[in-house]
């Protein structure tokens, strides 16, 4: 019988034992002891924040054409995802403002519904 123990400290013994990880070292000290982000940090931080808007952007047009018929005055997929992107980056925003900080479900739950309400009057049969 062999026994698969690992021989090394892993991140499972730092949480099995409660262990704090280290800090991140990500900021760059100032002279003035204000933290500033570098390039490369800050758009990644900003990718990640409009990352759930560029998503729920390009599925919501390709579903549409499953679900929906395509009427003539319907925009063509490129636009109805660029619209919500618009809207869903809004929402993101506006969260972000609204709480201080990015990731409650509440501002999910408010970019699943403007970016559902966006896509379904882009879609809609044209009322006369």
Known sequence: ????????????????????????????????????????????????LVAPAAALALLLPLCARIFWSKTAETPDWIAQAAI???VGCAVLLLGLWGFGRDGKMLTYTALVLACASSQWWLVRPARR
């Open 1 to 48: 019988m062999v026994w698969l123990m690992p021989r090394a400290q892993t991140a499972i013994c730092r949480i099995i034992k409660f262990v704090a990880p280290p800090a991140p070292q990500a900021s760059v000290p100032t002279s003035k002891g204000i933290l500033f982000m570098g390039l490369a940090a800050a758009l990644n931080h900003l990718l990640n």
């Open 84 to 86: 919500n992107f618009i």
